[in-house]
């Protein structure tokens, strides 16, 4: 479970650029739960996500991971706890390194362990083929290749692989199908959601898709200046259109979304 108590970050302070991109920002993200996050550009959404990570520490509030307080605790440790994708595939992995290599090495920091694979390296790669035929992508064929000669959606999707291979106890998914195409974006979105489920992985996704935000997962969550100003859930969720979305922004943020990226959005 992730707990998040009224977290408050300023950058620039006392400068003429000081931005307030947190502001008593308050959560409480059960194990299971799967939740997606729209707001505007600036709303706080990737600052949010950069706080949990451990990217800097806030200037108030705590985080609690399950009854870990990680608030001060450095982003490396946090990574053993906590997967994240990112919007370009090509961060999250080394591309020079090969399917298996990237791999391996998030096994190892996600386990724990500091030592490379030895006598057990056989049953490891084992584990990793029977992992990525699961993608149906054809990578457990290619574990030799260096990773960037994949496409974009075998990229995410081995990312994702990678950020879920040691089940995390938290899953930050910032816009991660973005810059997929349509067809190769529904495919990592389906593999996500089998992933989350299967496992039970409490799940924060960011995404700029309203009906995104009303089909994947079991709650929506609405940014605006730093604040969480709509959430909902259940049958109320369940009942939901876009206009709905829009109009309880409006209600929650005190004007309207102006967003044209997020309002176009099929």
């Known amino acids: 479970m992730l707990k998040a108590v009224q977290l408050k970050k300023t950058f620039n302070e006392g400068t003429v650029n000081e931005k307030l991109a947190l502001q008593d920002l308050s959560l409480t993200l059960p194990d299971g739960d799967f939740a997606a996050i729209v707001g505007s550009n600036g709303a706080g959404k990737s600052t949010f996500f950069n706080a949990i990570a451990g990217s800097f520490y806030v200037d108030e509030g705590s985080l609690y991971l399950d009854d870990l307080d990680i608030t001060f605790m450095p982003e490396h440790k946090r990574s053993r706890m906590i997967g994240r994708l990112f919007q370009d595939p090509l961060l999250g992995t080394a591309p020079h390194m090969t399917i298996e290599e990237n791999l391996t090495i998030a096994y190892l920091r996600a386990s724990g362990h500091t030592s490379a694979f030895s006598r057990s390296a056989e049953k490891e790669r084992r584990f990793f083929r029977e992992q990525l035929r699961e993608l149906d992508m054809g990578l457990e064929d290619r574990m030799e290749q260096p990773v960037g000669l994949l496409s974009g959606g075998q990229r995410q999707a081995l990312t994702l692989l990678m950020a879920t291979v040691v089940t995390p106890k938290l899953l930050l998914l910032d816009e991660h199908t973005a810059a997929l195409d349509p067809q190769t974006a529904a495919k990592v979105l389906a593999l996500t959601a089998r992933i989350v489920r299967d496992r039970n992985i409490s799940c924060l996704m960011v995404t700029h898709n309203m009906h995104q935000a009303l089909e994947l997962g079991n709650r929506t969550l ?27 922004f409006k209600q929650g943020a005190g004007s309207e979304l102006n967003n044209d990226r997020i309002l176009l959005s099929e």
């Open 222 to 248: 609405m940014m605006d200046s730093g604040r969480i100003v709509f959430d909902v859930s259940g049958e109320e969720r369940a009942a939901m259109t876009v206009q709905d979305l829009l109009d309880r």
